[in-house]
């Protein structure tokens, strides 16, 4: 079986070839783990794999709450998005609690 004209990124099991042994072998990125891959996987697909890239985190946002628990985001941007079964984006967003100590807080109304 060969890949040509015929790569997947992640898990396809639509992308396949007949295999000279009666069976499949596959041109999606997830043969590497299983080990069925086409023999031409690597020359024809993984020469073309472009992993994600991404920036740097930006600032923490201010506490969701000013009085008590809350929360903190931030977030980084997408620089090359990932191409031809390269590897996936990771988070690009995160959360953290906080506690909001405004001060207010506490004083009775």
Known sequence: GSCRHRCCPGRNN???A???????CYCDSY????GDCCHDYHATCRRAAVGCAVGPWGPWSGCSSPCG?????RSRQVTVPPRHGGEPC???KQRRGC???HPTCGTAK
Do not use: M, N, Y
């Open 14 to 16: 639509a992308c396949w």
């Open 18 to 24: 007949p295999d000279t042994r009666r069976a499949l």
């Open 31 to 34: 043969c590497q783990r299983t």
């Open 69 to 73: 628990v809350g929360s903190r985001a």
């Open 90 to 92: 990771p988070d690009l």
């Open 99 to 101: 506690l909001g100590e």
